[in-house]
Structure formats: structure tokens, C-alpha cells
């Protein structure tokens, strides 16, 4: 089995996993309503009726995106750290299976499970907006807004809620999280030293700006840090999708304990028999089976002899 098929077996069974999570859709589904209850009178709902499609959708984009990937990295902040908790690495590892493809697998399983859900919220965003405004430009320019504003921003988050909880735990990591999201994105640079409005936020404001033809948050503000603010355009557009995605740690670089699964996805079962004696797999590489704990003997415990060896 080729490195490629080894990847897609890996990513297709983490996202079947992970788009099952009840708690994935419950979150996204509370925190898309909260956001378009609350948005105000400046929030792309307001819009008057002439507002061209491109800004309408780049303005729901803009608005998704200041909450849902928070909610995105709480529901993936346990992936890796559960893996290890339950001991399970030496399984996957007895797999003829390189490191990169599973760690690939489960990064891309885990972007396209959050992928899925924000691009419902832009496509139920954009068929409200057509209902009201009759122009079906709108889902068009809904798929841009997805791929230039939510996408990147979601590259980032599914790195960093599956790399830094291995380095702290799942439950400081959400504490943490929730203060770094505020802080680089939305915080006044001004004020405060940020990474707000830099090519660095995964908030998506500088493909927000050029989508609709005025500042967007803090894109391109003055303020500490300034070097990394140039002037909202094409070519900042374009360079800021790759740096905001780029930003987190490279998935191949994560320590080979870290990358096991739950139970192992049957298509890298397939090629597990090549040299067994029964030509089949082995017994602690089969399908949903997990290695038997054995019980640690005791230091200076002896084994009993047999009857027929006793004196009498």
C-alpha cells in the first residue's frame, strides 16, 4: 500500500470518527445563533438591499469566524492526548504504516470534520440571504468567502488543538485557547502588544478587507507590531491565507507516540499478513483488537510445582 492510499485510509476513518460527535454539531449550531443574534446593526444582516453578494458573504464569513473556530479547537483539543491516555501507540505502531501518513491522516480527518460544519453555517447563511435579496451570486461567492476567510483559519486552529495539548494537558489547553484567541485576533493593537490584524491572524480580516472593499477589524492598523501590518490588497490577501494556515507546527514533526488511533482503520489492515506463518494477520494487529494487559508477577513469588513433583 502506497503513502497516499495509507493517508487516505487514515484521514477518511478519523473524519468518519469526528464527524459523528454530537458535540461538535451541538457547539457550531449554538454558536452560529449566538453570533447572528448579536451581530448589531453593522453585522452583514443589516446590509442594505444593493450591497453587492461578494460583501454579504465575505461579512458572514468575517462574523463565523470570530467564534466557531473556539468551539472547533475544544472539541479536537482531546484527539492526540486520548490516544495516549489509553495506551494504545504500540498497536498502530505494529502497523506497516510510516509515521507521516498517520499523522497526515488524522490532521487532515480533523480539518475536513470542522470544515464541514462551517461550510452548512455559509451555505444556510447564504440561502437566508437569497431568500431575502433574490440573487443567487450569493452561494458563489459564499464558497470564495469559505475558501479565502474560514479555510486557512481553520488549518490553523486543527494544528494547534492537536500539537499543544500534548505539551500541557486538554483542559488548560481550552483555558488557554480561549485567551489567545481574543488576544491575537480581536484585541486593539493599540493598547496592547498583539497579533491582531497581522498576516499571522487566522481570523481571515485581510481576504475579509479585499472581499469587501473596506477595513475589516484590525487588517493592516497601526499600532505594536506594525512591521507585520502592510496595507489590505491582492498580494497581501494571497500571502496572508498560506502564513495564517503555515503558522502552527508541521504535523510530520509530532513524536511517533502521539500518533495512535482508537481502533485501526481496516484499510491498513490489508498488508498486515505478508510474512506470518498463517498467512493472516497477526493476532495483535486484527481488526479492532487491542493488546491483552497482562498482570505483573511479584518479586520473590515461585511457581507452584506440579502435583505429580511434590513430596509427600
Known sequence: MTTARQTWAVTRYEFRMQIRKRSLWITTAVLAVVLTLTQGDRGPRHLPLGTPPREVMAGWALLMSILLP?????????????????????????????????????????????????????????????AHRHDPALFAWAAVAFAL???PGLAFVTAFALVCPLLTTAPLFRVLFVGYWFWGN??????????????????????????????????????????????????????????????????SRWPRRYCAAETCPPDLLKDTSHGHPDHR????????????????????????????????
Open 149 to 151: 476567510i474560514t479555510l
Open 70 to 130: 473556539i468551539g472547533f479547537g475544544m472539541v479536537l483539543a482531546d484527539r492526540l492526548t486520548r490516544d495516549r491516555r489509553l495506551g494504545l501507540a504500540s498497536l498502530l505502531e505494529s502497523l506497516p504504516t510510516g509515521r507521516g501518513a498517520l499523522v497526515a491522516g488524522k490532521y487532515l480527518g480533523g480539518l475536513a470534520s470542522t470544515a464541514v460544519p462551517a461550510a452548512l453555517v455559509l451555505l444556510t447563511a447564504a440561502a437566508a440571504e437569497t
Open 186 to 251: 480581536m484585541l486593539n493593537p493599540d493598547l496592547f502588544p498583539s497579533l491582531t490584524g497581522t498576516l499571522l491572524t487566522p481570523l481571515g480580516d485581510y481576504p475579509a478587507t479585499w472581499l469587501m472593499g473596506e477595513r475589516a477589524l484590525y487588517a493592516g492598523a497601526d499600532g505594536w507590531l506594525e512591521f507585520l501590518r502592510p496595507q489590505p490588497g491582492g498580494a497581501t490577501t494571497v500571502l496572508a491565507s498560506p502564513c495564517s494556515s503555515c503558522s502552527a507546527s508541521r504535523p
Open 281 to 312: 494477520a497477526a493476532p495483535h494487529v486484527r481488526q479492532g483488537h487491542r493488546p491483552r494487559r497482562t498482570r505483573p508477577r511479584r518479586p520473590g513469588r515461585h511457581v507452584r510445582p506440579a502435583r505429580h513433583q511434590r513430596r509427600r
